[in-house]
């Protein structure tokens, strides 16, 4: 606590006098001219993910999905989801064991926004069955409903609730690096694919 | 209107034709220049290498030397760009407001203070220009490529204007060449190494003639440039300008 | 050393520098794209600038309503005046934890506190998680860029660190099976580890919460397996807004790497049920530097690197040659504040030319803040004597018209009697080791003048 004072007193001493706080725009003149979803798939394609629309006249999204999922993860024996897909599922909760998670194959979630200047997913600690799983799993699988588009980050910061945040991440892309010479690596620690769908 | 010319202290010793073509160009767009004596140096030697106490002295010759005139023009936006904006530890007279005010780097006195924005003639060579720091960002005199993806500026604006000149397109448009005042001998690895990267970008590109609006900036390449037995020739802007500009010109006398 | 003398070194291998060169120029080449591609880049970059500043402005508010929130959030705060109590206060959460293994995402704060020897004193061992950092940890060396720390080494120098420490084929250096293997490796060490360390990118004041932004997702999977979190930051962290936080998280991996944003932006505000969050604030330095009018902007980084890649003093010496934390232009504004005798040298270490702060996300005016650094230098005792001499004689000289054109005029005859292989010997004279020296001319242009105008 003899620091805490500390600090705070140098910072008072030698702190200038107070600069007014400016006021952050939307930024948003261009509304109407741009397709957010349209913009969203192709940051996402070149940030590393997959990028998947519910056709016109599909009229059943779940089926839709359940087929694409078998389509383009044959071979995930472990899948965990937060929707009812009704495709067989492993049930995760905060507290199974990492030798558990460790395990998982494909998680496919729910994003709440979706951001086009960056193709970045909120997802917060509610749509997960356990933080953990977006990076643990191999591949991960977001879903996001038409509406739920905005234009950059200053709209999806507004919608984010201020109370009762807990746990939350942007998502954009797979995990990668950079870190040998340069080039560009998916899948360094987290999940190796990300693949969004549209509803 | 009294227009002063100020040569930098090693122009004045090792490259007086650019002084001389500075003054040429000057008379020939109608100006009556005069040359102040008492005039030596802008103190940057001194302040760039963090004695800027020891240039309070300089500062107030300078200031002394042309406090008189309208304009003050320099071949040499380094030494334009410290006056503005290092002069600041003197105290603030009017004189010395004054001064700071009035110090043109050339083209930009020719460009915005003549208003002058054609020189024509012809110069038929591959031109490559360098873009120095103090010029460029210092004093604006062109684009920065961290702000926008447009290059261009005032020099390379006035040199287009040249009939038979063609401009280096260069990979890197804005990169230092690494002269840099004192560093060119306390970090003389670096500098040397930047201003051979400079150049490797001109020779790859085709520059015949690599000119520019700082003579610190071309000595440290020609240096560079003999030793190596590159075939690129080095001239001032000034020297092309006075070059392809053949007679008086017709600025309103109102103007000079 | 000097960074001048270590930039020699550097230098002599000259393809290499220029691999490390054209490296750093293509991230600066990415980061362009992905700048150009947002119209209102340069009116974000003034907003970053000014909630920085009037963040500072009110520090000492923004850090007291970050703890409170944070503290209702059931996060335990720590303060720490310097590197060794921040140290101290980590060791001790670790200890208590009963754990014996610390898995650590990127953080130059713990870099700046020396955390990893002093934990491995203490028998704490430690894992860096970053792949980058990894590659460094097992080499034994600081980083070299803040961003991308193993940026200095070639693939096959990796593929040898890997084969020795991962047990990779010799000789294997594919950048793709290399980060394999420290996939698989590091996944042992997440699913082990009961504590995890990470950095803080930023804290923001009204929800409690802090943002962790890595494009590998490795602090998010030491954080969320483990059973406790402690999170290291510097005073200088926290924003006051989420509506804040929204500029900072455009302006950050696009000046940093050119990607529009990293892979995961995380925010932690609230420790996950069962477990333990803690942040720790360090001052080390900071509010000293708070308290220097021309060097308090340099608070404001955000630690992207851009300043880095774009440096053509750093893309040709390396990030070692500053022998500091933090390389670099910023790093040569923030190391003289913390030990001006061991970093004198490193505000002399640029051309002043000014791409820095023409990049820089937050607009801090780093070349004007070198130049400033060089006047204290220079009052220092760490500044040359002769040197200190000569500026005063040489100050003299020119201020003093008649004497300066007599020694001129000296000075251009002896140059043009001297032989050349005196004038250009290179330990008499640096400038001439890889250039020649102007040709003196005649007469100056001075002596031109009074024959031919007056
Ligand atoms: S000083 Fe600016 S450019 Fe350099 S790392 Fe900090 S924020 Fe980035």
């Known amino acids: ?199 | 209107m009294k227009i002063a010319l100020f040569v930098p202290c090693y122009v004045d010793q090792f490259y007086p034709q650019v002084g001389i073509a500075t003054l040429q160009l000057l008379e020939k767009l109608g100006c009556e220049v005069e040359f102040p004596l008492g005039q030596t140096c802008c103190g940057q030697p001194m302040a760039n290498s963090g004695c800027e106490q020891d240039s309070v002295g300089t500062y107030h010759q300078f200031v002394r030397t042309f406090a008189d005139y309208d304009h003050i023009v320099t071949p040499s936006g380094s030494c334009a760009y410290h006056v503005k904006k290092h002069f600041d530890i003197i105290e603030q007279t009017p004189a010395v407001r004054k001064v700071r005010e009035n110090t043109f780097e050339l083209i930009q006195f020719i460009t915005d203070v003549l208003k002058v924005t054609h020189i024509g003639g012809t110069f038929a060579h591959q031109v490559g220009l360098h873009l120095s720091c103090h010029g460029q960002r210092g004093l604006h005199l062109a684009n920065a490529s961290e702000i926008t993806p447009e290059r261009g500026g005032q020099v390379s604006q006035i040199l287009s204007t040249i009939g038979g000149l063609t401009l280096t397109n260069l990979t890197r448009n804005d990169e230092c060449c690494g002269f840099g005042g004192s560093f060119c001998v306390t970090e003389e690895a670096v500098s040397a190494r930047m201003g051979i990267d400079r150049l490797g970008d001109h020779l790859r590109n085709g520059t015949e003639i690599l000119t520019g609006g700082d003579v610190s900036c071309l000595m440290h390449m020609e240096g560079i440039i003999r030793r190596q037995r590159w075939p690129i020739k080095v001239m001032h802007v000034a020297e092309i300008l006075n070059q392809t500009l053949q007679s008086t010109t017709t600025i309103p006398k109102t103007l000079c | 050393m000097s960074h001048s003398d270590l930039a020699e070194k550097f230098n002599t291998d000259f393809d290499k520098t220029t691999w490390h060169d054209e490296s750093l120029w293509f991230v600066r080449q990415k980061r362009d794209r992905a700048v150009f591609q947002v119209e209102e880049f340069q009116e974000l970059r003034e907003l970053g600038s000014q909630i920085k500043d009037h963040t500072l402005s009110k520090l000492d508010y923004y850090l007291e309503q970050f703890e409170a929130n944070a503290q209702a959030n059931g996060v335990v705060v720590h303060w720490a005046a310097d590197a060794h109590e921040h140290n101290q206060i980590v060791l001790d959460i670790i200890k208590k934890s009963g754990e014996s293994c610390l898995v650590k995402s990127k953080s130059m704060l713990t870099e700046e506190c020396h955390l990893n020897p002093f934990l491995e004193k203490n028998g704490v061992e430690v894992v860096d998680t970053d792949l980058g950092e990894r590659i460094i940890q097992f080499l034994d060396q600081p980083p070299s860029h803040i961003v991308m720390p193993a940026i200095h080494l070639k693939k096959e120098e990796i593929g040898e660190v890997f084969h020795k420490h991962l047990g990779t084929a010799k000789g294997m250096s594919d950048p793709q099976q290399l980060t394999e293997a420290a996939r698989q490796h590091l996944r042992q060490k997440f699913m082990a580890a009961k504590v995890a360390l990470s950095g803080v990118n930023f804290a923001v004041a009204e929800t409690g919460g802090i943002v962790v932004c890595t494009n590998e997702g490795n602090a998010d999977l030491g954080i969320d397996l483990a059973n406790v979190h402690i999170a290291s930051m510097g005073i200088e962290k926290v924003i006051p807004t989420l509506e804040h936080l929204a500029v900072f998280t455009r302006l950050l991996a696009r000046s940093a790497i050119g990607q529009p944003i990293t892979s995961y932006t995380s925010h932690f505000t609230k420790p996950r049920q069962g477990t333990q969050m803690h942040v720790v604030i360090v001052d080390n330095g900071r509010t000293a530097q708070l308290g220097r009018p021309d060097f308090r902007a340099s608070l404001k980084c955000i630690r992207c690197g851009a300043c880095m890649n774009t440096c053509p003093v750093y893309r040709r010496s390396g990030g070692h040659s500053y022998d500091a934390t933090v390389p670099g232009p910023i790093g040569a504004i923030l190391s003289p504040n913390i030990d001006l005798k061991k970093h004198s040298s490193l505000p002399f270490a640029s051309t002043l030319c000014g791409s820095c702060s023409d990049v820089c996300p937050v607009k801090i005016d780093i070349h004007v803040q070198l130049y400033k650094w060089r006047q204290i230098v220079s009052k220092s005792g760490d500044y040359s004597a002769s040197k200190r001499l000569a500026m005063n004689v040489l100050g003299r000289v020119l201020e003093r018209p008649q004497i300066y054109g007599r020694i001129g005029k000296v000075a251009r005859r002896m140059l043009q009697i001297t032989p050349h292989a005196l004038s250009h010997a290179a330990a008499l004279n640096p400038w001439a080791k890889a250039r020649e020296l102007p040709q003196p001319p005649a007469e100056s242009f001075k002596e031109w003048y009074g024959k031919n105008r007056k």
């Not at chain 1, 950059?152 to 892309?173: C, D, R, W």
């Open chain 1, 1 to 199: 606590m003899l620091s805490r004072q500390k600090i705070l007193g140098q910072i008072r001493a030698n702190k200038p006098p107070e600069l007014p706080s400016p006021i952050v725009p939307f930024f948003n003149e261009n509304e109407g001219k741009i397709n957010a979803v349209e913009k969203f798939g192709e940051v996402l394609r070149f940030v590393g993910g997959s990028f998947y629309e519910l056709p016109a006249g599909e009229t059943n999204p779940n089926a839709w999905l359940v087929r694409e999922l078998k389509r383009l993860f044959p071979a995930a024996k472990s899948v965990v989801s937060s929707l009812s897909l009704g495709m067989e599922t492993q049930t995760i909760t905060p507290e199974t064991d990492t030798s558990v998670l460790e395990g998982i194959d494909l998680a496919v979630l729910y994003g709440e926004i979706a951001v086009a200047e960056n193709a970045a997913i909120w997802l917060p600690e509610a749509q997960m069955p356990h933080r953990a799983v977006p990076f643990i799993t191999q591949y991960l699988v977001l879903v996001v409903k038409k509406e739920s588009f905005v234009r950059n980050m200053h709209e999806a910061y507004q919608l984010i609730p201020k109370q009762n945040q807990t746990y939350g991440v942007f998502i954009s892309g797979p995990s990668k690096t950079a870190d040998i010479e340069q080039s560009l690596v998916i899948g360094a620690h987290g999940a190796r694919g990300l693949t969004v769908f549209v509803v």
